[in-house]
């Protein structure tokens, strides 16, 4: 079936340094989604991708949807211990009818 | 506007009673969805609802799980004779149109089965 995969599943680093995750699916994907969930709380929207090639930046994060639509990279810069949290990457399954999401990357900062 | 309503937040059942779970979507939003999530894992799809129609169940155990969205009041999850194993977070998930503008998430049940 489909997969979504994400990469690295965790990583930790120091406040201000920069920080990527990746994300593949087995599948060409209609778009990207972007989740992100703090520690004990929900998943929330941050962004979608839509069109083969998309960059799409919030502040200091950057969003990028791969030529092929079958994968995709969040990119933060200069992070900060409220960046902490486990960042997920969804797409729709081939109906059209479910998010699929990757298993996250786990984002950790120390200050 | 209220955000996506789940209740109970915690839930607590014995192995072999029935857990219901609720799911109010946000006001204007007729597309829910049901995700799993384990602890350390990603999010599991479930089930896809409509008012008063079932979309899509893939992902929904063939026994003892079944979902309604009617066409007044909340969705249900519902979890028949539980077991350690469905131990979880639910979470709930509304969407104003199918997978294609983001799903907005509420605060997910915790269900633990002892």
């Known amino acids: 079936g489909q997969q979504v995969m994400q990469i690295p599943q965790y990583q930790h680093v120091q406040e201000g340094e920069d920080f990527t995750t990746y994300c593949n699916s087995s599948?060409?994907?209609?778009?990207i989604q972007w989740y992100k969930q703090r520690p004990g709380g929900h998943p929330v929207f941050l962004i979608q991708l839509v069109k083969s090639g998309e960059v799409k930046k919030q502040k200091r994060l950057t969003f990028q949807f791969g030529e092929a639509k079958k994968n995709s990279s969040l990119h933060i810069t200069a992070t900060q211990t409220t960046d902490v949290g486990t960042y997920f990457c969804a797409g729709a399954n081939q109906a059209g009818t479910a998010l699929i999401f990757g298993k996250g990357t786990t984002l950790s900062v120390s200050s | 506007n209220a955000g996506v309503m789940q209740n109970p937040r915690h839930l607590v059942r014995r192995r072999g009673q029935e857990a219901r779970l609720r799911c109010s979507p946000m006001k204007g939003h007729s597309h829910v969805y049901w995700y799993r999530q384990l602890p350390e894992e990603g999010l599991k799809f479930m089930v896809y609802?409509?008012?008063?129609?079932?979309?899509?169940e893939s992902g929904m155990p063939k026994e003892r799980f079944s979902a309604e969205f009617p066409k007044e009041g909340p969705s249900i999850l519902r979890i028949q004779q539980v077991v350690r194993g469905d131990s979880a977070a639910y979470f709930c998930a509304s969407s104003p149109t199918s997978t294609g503008d983001g799903a907005f998430f509420g605060q997910g049940t915790r269900l633990t089965v002892v």
């Open positions: 609802l409509q008012k008063e129609n079932i979309i899509d």
């Open positions: 599948t060409t994907l209609s778009n």
